[in-house]
């Protein structure tokens, strides 16, 4: 299984950060190039691999750090998304509701990666704490994931798992993934709930 991130922001570089520790293979794009990341490579180490867009895309799980708008330009960047797990860390805070169709902003996405198989996930906690050690107060950090795919939820269960936090599954996106869906101005109730699950 491979992994890329798109977005070297706040989000995309937490996560690598957590890829690194891990000593998991990513890579990692942005608008402006290999270069631009270098800086971030050479902090994180070799597990960070910086690549052109059309390069990230080839990966087998993708994971969506980039202002919610940008999404429909990644999709537009490939030819077909079948077959890809895409994880959507995005938050539509604040993007009007007629905008998005009135559907929650994941199944907007979702739409734009018409062949992919969408998990919502590291959407709902500040990129400073998702860069954290997720080892933490007798558990491990929780991370909540939404899909309508079972199997592809338990691709990034398995993921998240491996980066140290806790996979915990809400469900459908429209269902118990509403509850970390930002809408219009308002946070979904588990957005910033910065939640810790015990070992058994
Ligand atoms: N910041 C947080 O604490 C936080 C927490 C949870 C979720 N989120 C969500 O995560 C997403 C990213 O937030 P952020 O704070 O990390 O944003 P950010 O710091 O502004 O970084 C955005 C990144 O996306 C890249 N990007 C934009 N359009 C792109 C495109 N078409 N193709 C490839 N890369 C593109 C940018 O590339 P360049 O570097 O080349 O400009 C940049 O690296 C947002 O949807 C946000 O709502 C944010």
């Not at 402006?32 to 270098?38: C, D, E, I, N, T």
């Not at 902090?43 to 080839?58: C, H, I, M, N, Y």
């Amino acid at each position: 299984m491979t992994y890329s991130i798109i977005g070297s922001g706040s989000v995309g570089a937490a996560i690598a950060h957590r890829f690194a520790r891990s000593g998991i293979p990513v890579g990692i794009a942005n608008t402006r190039g290999p270069q631009s990341l270098a800086p971030l490579a050479g902090e994180l180490g070799d597990k960070v691999v910086p690549l052109t867009l059309q390069a990230a895309l080839e990966a087998d799980v993708i994971i969506l750090a980039v202002p919610f708008r940008a999404h429909r330009d990644v999709a537009r960047a490939a030819a077909s998304w079948q077959g890809k797990v895409v994880i959507d860390a995005t938050n539509a805070y604040g993007v009007p509701l007629d905008e998005l169709d009135n559907l929650p902003s994941s199944a907007v996405v979702a739409k734009a990666f018409a062949g992919a198989s969408l998990v919502k996930a590291f959407n709902h906690l500040p990129a400073k704490v998702l860069a954290e050690d997720p080892v933490g107060a007798g558990g491990r950090r929780v991370i909540f994931l939404a899909s309508d795919d079972d199997a592809a939820s338990a691709t990034v269960a398995k993921l998240v798992e491996r980066l140290g936090y806790a996979a915990v599954g809400l469900g459908r996106i429209a269902e118990g993934g509403q509850l970390v869906q930002a809408r219009d101005k308002t946070w979904a109730p588990l957005i910033f709930q910065d939640l810790f699950k015990k070992a058994p």
